[in-house]
């Protein structure tokens, strides 16, 4: 008989992603023909016209296995970050990284500190491998580093810091994370999941590369997903010292990075103009929400990414699916523990207003 017995205990600890509402599904499931989708932190300007091209390009060579060392992307990144090409590891968007450090490091006497509301899959990269989250509750919706610090124990592996935080926007500071670091033993690994840099405007935000060359336990992971908007090819990079790269890579499957994601990534990153223009647009679009919401006199907490933490003050289970009866998607964080509050997306300027104006008609129904 097949049940739970038949399976990895560890399985049974795990809690299945949940991701934004697909447009397609609301379409069908609603019977709408425009759904504007601002639940899943994806930049709504779309790829840089040179990536969409270079795509065009590689589709007739999707016959061949693609470089499995990501040579010419790994060259290129190199250089723009000032790291060394052995520095850099490359996966299928930065959640097949986070799983491949849990196979790296973490066993079942493993303790990973995490914050008490933050991306959930530094618990599947954990749970998957018999590791124990330590949760660390946020302070002020910012990662509250000293109780991080104060949390660790000769158990202690990982430490994630998602910086911007996923959902909150909040980012620590360049200050705070030096001073934790000297209090991190150099056996303890800390993570810094960097998905959201590019959006980063506040002044008091460190600049994690700086560290590797102090910091043997430094790992930073970003992603071509948002701000580069290639989400649908998947492709995220890690940075860190040689050695740990080298641990990290022995798991790593072959042929892991697509090839349209490496043509489209390369071309990306010689589009500086195009992710100046999506910056700036997210920069126009939180400062038009803001003012929305301040005249709606409902509460956000300030972002330094591109989706805004919004508290509703009623069920925002009830608010979520009339506003997707309105074709607008949006994300529900009653799964994060806030029973009142959703994560909006920053889109374009006409799908902020649409949202703004279905928020305001579902509020005064």
């Known amino acids: 008989m097949i049940d739970e017995s038949t399976v990895r205990q560890e399985i049974l600890k795990i809690e299945p992603y949940v991701p934004g509402k697909p447009i397609e599904d609301v379409k069908r499931e609603l019977g709408l023909e425009k759904v504007i989708k601002l639940a899943s932190n994806e930049n709504p300007l779309g790829p840089a016209p040179q990536a ?36 850099l590891i490359f996966g299928n968007g930065s959640d097949e990284l986070l799983a491949l450090l ?13 914050a008490g509301t933050t991306f959930s899959e530094y618990r599947f990269a ?24 104060a949390a660790i124990t000769p158990n202690t592996k990982l430490i994630f810091i998602c910086n911007p935080n996923n959902p909150t926007g909040t980012i620590v500071t360049e200050e705070e994370v030096k001073d934790f670091l000297t209090q991190v033993p150099d056996d303890v690994l800390v993570i810094f999941d ?9 002044s008091a935000y460190p600049e994690t590369i700086d560290y590797l ?34 641990y990290i890579d022995r798991v790593r499957q072959p042929f892991n990075v697509n090839l349209m994601a490496q043509k489209a990534a390369i071309a990306s990153l010689g589009a500086e103009d195009h992710l100046a223009k999506a910056v700036e647009l997210n920069q126009a679009g939180k400062e038009y ?77």
């Open 52 to 87: 969409i091209e270079k795509m065009k390009e590689t589709v007739e060579q999707v016959n061949i296995y693609p470089d499995g060392n990501v040579h010419y992307l790994r060259q290129k990144l190199a250089t723009k970050l000032g790291v060394r090409e052995d520095e």
């Open 102 to 114: 849990g196979q790296t490091f973490i066993t079942d006497e493993a303790e990973v500190i995490i």
């Open 126 to 149: 954990t749970n998957i491998m018999g590791g124990k989250i330590v949760s660390v509750s946020l302070k002020d919706y910012a990662h509250d580093l000293e109780a991080m610090a």
């Open 194 to 202: 960097e998905a959201y840099y590019e959006y980063v405007d506040h």
């Open 213 to 246: 060359a102090d910091y043997e336990n430094v790992i930073i992971l970003r992603t071509f997903s948002k701000a580069y908007a290639l989400a649908g090819l998947r492709i995220g990079y890690g940075i860190a010292n040689q050695k740990l790269i080298d």
């Open 289 to 365: 929400l803001y003012q929305e919401f301040d005249k709606l006199e409902l509460d956000y907490v300030p972002t330094s990414s591109n989706f805004i933490l919004v508290d509703l003050a009623q069920d925002s289970t009830q608010v979520f699916q009339e506003l997707m009866k309105r074709g607008i998607i949006i994300r529900n964080m009653e799964s994060f523990g806030y029973q009142t509050k959703i994560r909006v997306t920053v889109g374009l300027p006409e799908e902020n207003q649409a949202f703004i104006k279905q928020l305001k008609a579902v509020l005064n129904d």
